[in-house]
């Protein structure tokens, strides 16, 4: 990937620079949007949400090491950056272990409306601790995009015997990843390059995975067969390497709060893929979904922009 180089002071930003921001947020989602595809086949045959998970970022790591190393790029660390990747290791966890909560006790419908409240979560942090002004476009923007990931995840209920405190539970998946997202833009890791960046979330996310599994007694599953093993690969390469080596390149230059609008693309993409490949209905709710998502990511990507940003190198 090519190093991308812009003043650490005032500079313009272009809009070919912003427009590569929003392109790599929406390829992010696409590939994000993905996971239905790899994943669902392996739990349909008996594999535990751990177990998918514990091979995703096994693969992904180790299919990041082998482009690190071609791309000569150093795994050296220093201790803040160390102790941050372990902190984003931690989030990334949280994030998922959260949400497969949710799938115990509710359908997987209101569990997605309450993960993508990430946007939502996103915009708070960054008016309450960073004084991001929140225009009245973007506000509309972000109520468009959860209504419409609500009518796309069918807005399904609740089971009645569920702990009060799941949907709290799942509503922390969103958060988590957000939080994710605005420490990535703003604690000025960016610098560490994408690829490095993105080794290591994965890496401590494996190794806090790893670590509760043997510690609970869970212990590492066995991969059933041979296509098995090359859905958990896929699954490790395109909608976790991919998807967050373009999510934190969309973050470097066009921040976290348009970054984590553009991931509502992610259900829309989920919804294709269900009805293409895995025979799922697409009923008229589900288009409507479709329809108010791209038009809250439009009213953001054609806002006008404004002359002078401050933006760091951004490095592959």
Avoid at 18 to 38: D, E, Q, V
Avoid at 111 to 118: D, E, P, R, V
Avoid at 218 to 243: D, H, K, M, R, Y
Avoid at 285 to 290: I, K, L, N, T
């Amino acid at each position: 990937m090519e190093t991308q180089t812009l003043s650490s002071t005032h500079t313009v930003q272009k809009g070919g620079t912003r427009s590569s921001g929003i392109w790599n947020g929406i390829l992010s989602a696409a590939t994000f949007g993905l996971i239905p595809l790899f994943s669902i086949p392996e739990l349909n045959a008996g594999m535990s949400t751990n177990g998918v998970l514990f091979y995703r970022f096994l693969f992904a790591c180790i299919l990041m090491v082998g482009v690190l190393l071609l791309n000569r790029k150093s795994l050296a660390l220093s201790l803040r950056e160390l102790l941050l990747m372990a902190l984003f290791g931690i989030l990334y966890d949280g994030s998922a272990v959260c949400l497969y909560y949710g799938y115990r006790y509710m359908s997987s419908g209101a569990a997605t409306t309450l993960l993508f409240m990430y946007p939502v979560w996103t915009v708070v942090i960054m008016a309450i601790f960073f004084r991001e002004r929140l225009a009245p476009k973007t506000l509309l923007a972000i109520l468009l995009a959860l209504s419409g990931v609500y009518l796309l995840s069918g807005g399904g209920s609740v089971n009645p015997d569920a702990p009060w405190y799941a949907p709290g539970v799942v509503l922390m998946s969103g958060l988590s990843y957000s939080v994710y997202m605005v420490l990535v833009d703003r604690l000025g890791v960016r610098e560490m390059g994408s690829l490095k960046l993105t080794f290591y979330c994965l890496f401590f996310a494996l190794l806090f995975l790893t670590a509760y599994l043997l510690i609970s007694g869970a212990g590492i599953e066995q991969v059933p067969n041979t296509p098995s093993w090359v859905n958990l690969f896929l699954l490790g390469l395109v909608p976790t390497v991919l998807s967050n080596v373009l999510l934190i390149k969309s973050i470097a230059l066009v921040g976290s709060t348009l970054a984590a609008i553009l991931g509502a693309f992610e259900p829309v993409i989920a919804v294709v893929v269900g009805v293409s490949l895995l025979g799922e209905a697409f009923t008229l709710r589900s288009a409507m979904g479709v329809i108010l998502i791209i038009t809250a990511v439009t009213l953001l990507v054609f806002k006008k922009k404004a002359p002078h940003t401050v933006r760091k190198e951004v490095r592959a």
